[in-house]
């Protein structure tokens, strides 16, 4: 069981959350409607481990049931994810996923990445450009530069050195892909 304690912020004009924070921000205004009726509280939680699937010591090149396959730090105390949140693409062919996938996995529940990783298994994925699996390295705020660093040198050491993009879960979210004719969706590429 870990304790995750963070700052949130609300609006109190317009009702809109200014975001999550592991530091307290002291914001002055609204982000959306600038007003300056903005109230930060301080929330945690206990959380337990969550449990693994039934999947999570599969290889994902044999897993046809479901999209990933997933990982969670396991020691230290990452902060949660802010609106800022993304991850790192490291992009990996077949014939290696698997073991490619045991180094970062590992790493990550080791607590030397970031809070969680998950990597593409076999099942076809209308997002995929390529027959490639993606694993998905992710850090709690984009903005937050020497933790985003520390993991991609960590990438490095684990043997990632080609260049590899990170790209927000904003963009994610609002369903911008490559695929989809999308261009100049990272924000780092390194």
């Not at 304690?5 to 004009?13: I, L």
């Not at 049931?65 to 730090?73: D, Q």
Request: one cysteine or more.
């Amino acid at each position: 069981m870990s304790a995750r304690e963070w700052f949130e912020c609300t609006c109190t004009n317009c009702g809109r959350n200014n975001g999550r924070y592991s530091q307290n921000p002291n914001l002055l205004k609204c982000r959306y409607c600038h007003s300056t009726s903005v109230v930060t509280q301080k929330k945690s939680i206990r959380q337990e481990t969550p449990p693994k699937s039934k999947f999570a010591e599969a290889n994902p090149s044999s897993v046809t049931e479901v999209y990933w396959i997933h990982a969670v730090s396991q020691k230290g105390n990452y902060p949660p994810s802010t609106l800022n949140s993304g991850k790192w693409l490291v992009f990996v062919p077949p014939r290696v996923v698997d073991e490619v996938w045991t180094k970062l996995k590992k790493a990550t529940e080791e607590g030397r990445l970031g809070g969680s990783s998950k990597v593409a298994t076999a099942k076809p994925n209308p997002n995929a450009t390529s027959e490639n699996h993606v694993i998905c390295i992710y850090t709690y705020d984009w903005t937050d530069t020497s933790d985003v660093t520390r993991i991609r040198d960590e990438l490095r050491n684990l043997g990632i050195t080609a260049k590899i993009p990170y790209k927000s879960d904003e963009d994610t979210m609002i369903g911008k892909y490559r695929v989809r004719g999308h261009t100049r969706i990272s924000k780092y590429y390194e």
